[in-house]
């Protein structure tokens, strides 16, 4: 039976065509669709989907994928059959829900600017969440659905959204690479980010943005104490104030961009090197 759902907070402007759906936005014109999809007030429709079955867990994924690349809650409506009157008819421009964070800006380009960046993405990522088999070996669900809720939490905070990157990349190394056993998870995660192309390092004590061994100390200081900063002698011996506020931006762009290598995702103007200087086109 076909089906209506209104997809509010995710920008669009170009009609496409995934896995059997149709997305409709309801405006062509950029600057609109991006202001209606950027609203930290509230969620806002932006266009809507249509199909021949509503999947409850294949809708489920998607929202999650929209949130994903919005790095911003979205949500999609209850499935209801078409209206004669069009898609958009019976459905409410705007839903007050909560407030809506935003986790620093979309993880891709809006298709203003590359029109088939984020339907390719969409369509990979459906394809990998529902490869049982692949999702299994390599722990790619569990990261995937960790790093979508970082970003759609109603009152993010600080240590919580961490602690979700953390563990979902945790996983997804430890899975993929067969390791159980290696007690510094700072060796794994160096081993198999360098591999897809990251410049990573186990313990740089002269790079600590780029060390591994920092993000899993200030995982280990808010397991063990609960608080958000640790102490570490700098190259010269000299102590120095690590304060998590300070790095998670570069861990959290760095987790989305190996979610997207980890999903086979490549559309030749990423810059994988965002997470440091934080240009995410090139």
């Not at 964070?101 to 390719?120: E, H, Q």
């Not at 790619?140 to 600080?158: D, G, M, N, S, T």
Request: glycine share 6%.
């Amino acid at each position: 039976m076909a089906f209506v759902c209104g997809i509010y907070g995710y920008e669009f402007t170009r009609e496409f065509c995934v896995a059997g759906w149709r997305f409709i936005p309801r405006s062509p014109v950029a600057a609109e669709a991006h202001a209606w999809a950027r609203d930290p007030e509230r969620y806002q429709l932006t266009g809507v989907l249509v199909g021949a079955h509503a999947d409850s867990e294949q809708l489920a994924r998607l929202e999650a994928i929209l949130s994903f690349i919005e790095h911003m809650d979205v949500i999609l409506s209850r499935p209801q059959p078409p209206g004669a009157q069009g898609p958009f008819h019976s459905l409410p421009a705007t839903i007050l829900v909560s407030r809506r964070y935003s986790g620093g800006g979309a993880i891709l380009a809006p298709d203003s600017w590359l029109p088939r960046s984020r339907p390719a993405f969409i369509e990979a990522a459906l394809e990998r969440l529902a490869d049982e088999a692949f999702c299994e070996e390599s722990g790619y669900r569990p990261l995937f659905f960790k790093v979508a809720e970082a970003y759609r939490q109603r009152r993010p905070y600080l240590e919580v959204s961490f602690f979700l990157l953390f563990s979902g990349l945790e996983t997804y190394v430890r899975r993929t690479l067969r390791d159980d056993e290696t007690r510094k998870v700072a060796v794994p995660m160096a081993h198999l980010l360098q591999r897809m192309g990251f410049q990573v390092y186990e313990d740089n004590p002269e790079a600590p943005a780029r060390s591994l061994q920092t993000y899993a100390n200030f995982r280990n200081t808010l397991f063990h104490s609960g608080k958000l900063e640790f102490v570490k002698k700098d190259p010269g011996g000299t102590p120095c104030l690590y304060r998590l506020q300070d790095y998670f931006v570069h861990f959290r762009i760095l987790v989305s961009l190996a979610l997207l290598r980890a999903t086979g995702f490549d559309d030749g103007h990423t810059n994988w090197d965002a997470w440091i200087d934080r240009t995410l086109l090139r």
